[in-house]
């Protein structure tokens, strides 16, 4: 599709054509997560291994080797899967400096191998389609497999209005009672007739 088309289909067809990331890391990690943390919830106690496919070219713009920083590790595939995976949550802290001293996240990223692949272990073949399918052995021999086609908060997976919320409360620098405050304030935006006062609200968080 060239520019032109482009621009024609974000004119008519935006509603069905936008993505929001849900977690605070690279686009091309949130399908893995979403995988990660639905993996978790029956997740054996012994790892032996997660091997983690995303399409042709999907590793491109990824970090594949460990991460030293805090920005390296939002780029990080492996990163983030351990870290879904042990914690249960990816947030904002987890991309500090510091967060890459974290033992239990770093002993479980050695285990996890990165592949791109036309025929993922799971579901159809992809083509020139975008997919992420996690594959998990336990020592004992048990298997979860996992495939996600589309990251929560893509328009085909849209996120709820208390994701969104909790996001924007995680991403600003407020006391939480305010934040959640002005997030109210600003959904509320959507159902009014007169916008007047949008500006007002966009400036900042209500008084207290």
């Not at 990690?29 to 919830?41: N, P």
Request: net charge negative; aromatic share 6%; with cysteine.
């Amino acid at each position: 599709m060239d520019l032109t088309e482009r621009l024609k289909a974000c004119w008519g067809e935006w509603t069905q054509d936008y993505a929001i990331k849900r977690y605070p890391s690279c686009y091309a990690t949130q399908r893995a997560i979403d995988g990660a943390l639905e993996i978790r919830k029956s997740l054996p106690r012994d790892i032996e291994r997660v091997e983690v496919y995303v399409e042709p070219g999907g590793l491109l713009p990824l970090q594949l080797e460990p991460p030293t920083s805090g920005l390296e590790a939002k780029f990080s595939l492996a990163y983030t899967v351990a870290l879904a995976l042990t914690k249960g949550t990816v947030r904002l802290a987890d991309f500090a400096d510091s967060a890459l001293d974290d033992a239990d996240v770093m002993a479980l990223m050695a285990k996890i191998v990165c592949s791109e692949t036309d025929t993922p272990p799971l579901g159809d073949p992809l083509g020139d389609d975008q997919a992420t399918v996690i594959r998990l052995v336990s020592g004992s021999g048990q298997e979860r497999l996992v495939r996600v086609d589309h990251a929560r908060g893509d328009a085909r997976n849209p996120m709820s209005m208390a994701d969104i919320v909790e996001k924007f409360v995680e991403a600003v620098e407020l006391p939480s009672g305010q934040a959640t405050a002005w997030a109210d304030a600003l959904s509320a935006t959507l159902s009014l007739e007169d916008l007047s006062g949008l500006q007002r609200v966009l400036a900042g968080p209500p008084a207290e």
